[in-house]
Antibody
Framework: EVQLVQSGAEVKKPGESLKISCKGS????????IGWVRQMPGKGLEWMGV????????KYSPSFQGQVIFSVDKSINTAYVQWSSLKASDTAMYYC??????????????WGQGTLVTVSS | DIVMTQSPDSLAVSLGERATINCKAS????????????LTWYQQKPGQPPKLLIY???VRESGVPDRFSGSGSETDFTLTISSLQAEDVAVYYC?????????FGQGTKLEIK
């Protein structure tokens, strides 16, 4: 069974750094892109970008370029998104999703449960 | 970037009645080599991640009830729930995955009248 399990909720202060994770299982982790999605409180879904665990190729949506960094650790089937200096406006739920690939294209089929990040002084 | 615009923003429908949600892309998302529109629909209930309902415009994901259907092509798409059930109360999103950056519609909140 395909599963994406994300790390737990975080409460941080503005200016602090943070790295959250998404661990894949039940499929070959290195052969499917992982997408990241932001959902600010009470708002809609925003596509942040993608990373390919096989070679760490990344593609950021323009709004998130330079704001976050995607990475992976293939040895433990885990993808990450990190911030070097958090802002209050980074407060949101963050989801990872597997992109099915192949003939299906970049179809996000399985999703993690989400990681809530709260940034407050 | 391709802009996805959903209508309406919210919708109240009686139990057993039809619900229709529209999604319009700012440019065609039809991939000519396979004649498929790279458009998918998700359902999100409070406190839950999005759930895949339909991909390639009209293909239901395994386990999705057949009261859910999708239609459309190129720039105009529709999600229809033929007979609304109480468990269908949720926010529905369309997503284009034709070209990066992939983009969602703003969401449609579906409630019971």
């Amino acid at each position: 069974e395909v599963q994406l399990v994300q790390s737990g909720a975080e409460v941080k202060k503005p200016g602090e750094s943070l790295k959250i994770s998404c661990k894949g299982s039940g499929y070959i982790f290195t052969t499917s892109w992982i997408g990241w999605v932001r959902q600010m409180p009470g708002k809609g879904l925003e596509w942040m970008g993608v990373i390919y665990p096989g070679d760490s190729d990344t593609k950021y949506s323009p709004s998130f370029q330079g704001q976050v960094i995607f990475s992976v650790d293939k040895s433990i089937n885990t993808a990450y998104v990190q911030w070097s200096s958090l802002k209050a406006s980074d407060t949101a739920m963050y989801y990872c999703a597997r992109l099915l690939g192949g003939d299906y294209g970049d179809l996000p089929d399985y999703w993690g449960q989400g990681t809530l990040v709260t940034v407050s002084s | 970037d391709i802009v996805m615009t959903q209508s309406p923003d919210s919708l109240a429908v009686s139990l057993g009645e039809r619900a229709t949600i529209n999604c319009k892309a700012s440019q065609s998302i039809l991939y000519s080599s396979n004649n498929k529109n790279y458009l998918t629909w998700y359902q999100q209930k409070p406190g839950q991640p999005p759930k895949l309902l339909i991909y390639w415009t009209s293909v239901r994901e395994s386990g999705v009830p057949d009261r859910f259907s999708g239609s459309g092509s190129e720039t105009d798409f529709t999600l229809t729930i033929s007979s609304l059930q109480a468990e269908d109360v949720a926010v529905y999103y369309c997503l284009q995955y034709y070209t990066p950056p992939y983009t969602f519609g703003q969401g449609t909140k579906l409630e019971i009248k």
